[in-house]
């Protein structure tokens, strides 16, 4: 496993993060502004949205509008209806796809990118040493969801709604 450091972000990886110093990198980030409409569940702005109304067992429709700081607060203080298991990851990764898919921007993005795709949280200043949470091992599945789009968008193929 690769440590990562957020002073060399767009040198040597991407960092799927809020705070990447990267377009791509903000725009991957579960809790960027993208409007999406999932086929089966309607309209969210976010994927954090559509994360915390899955987990809340979509019982507050007003997750499916919010986006950023705002979605994970409210969702962090509802009650956790399901588990996160293979069934709910799967979920998580058809809405990004329903995200990318919709979004010409972050497909033309994904497709100027070469750099490895990660994931971690830093707090201080990116060129002074900050502390670094590494996300990846629980995030993986993410990653390899974008990953496989990035693929798939390369090579003028389909992006599946379930990877």
């Known amino acids: 496993m690769n440590v990562w450091l957020p002073k060399y972000e767009g040198y040597d990886h991407i960092n799927i993060y809020s705070k990447s110093k990267l377009k ?7 809790s960027f502004h993208s409007v999406f409409i999932h086929p089966e569940y309607g309209m969210f702005r976010s994927i954090d949205g559509f994360y915390f109304w899955l987990l809340t067992g979509k019982l507050y429709p007003e997750l499916k509008k919010l986006h950023g700081y705002k979605a994970s607060e409210f969702g962090r203080g509802k009650h956790k209806a399901i588990k996160i298991d293979k069934k709910f990851k799967e979920e998580i990764q058809a809405a990004i796809c ?29 060129m002074h040493e900050p502390k670094v949470y ?20 390369k090579s003028g193929g389909k992006i599946p709604s379930k990877t």
């Open 98 to 126: 329903y995200k990318i898919m919709q979004n010409q921007y972050i497909q033309e993005l994904l497709i100027d990118s070469e750099l490895p795709l990660t994931c971690y949280y830093y707090y201080g200043e990116a």
């Open 24 to 30: 791509l990198g903000r725009s991957l980030a579960s």
């Open 134 to 153: 590494d996300q990846y091992k629980k995030n993986d599945y993410i990653v390899h969801a974008i990953e496989e789009i990035r693929i798939r968008l």
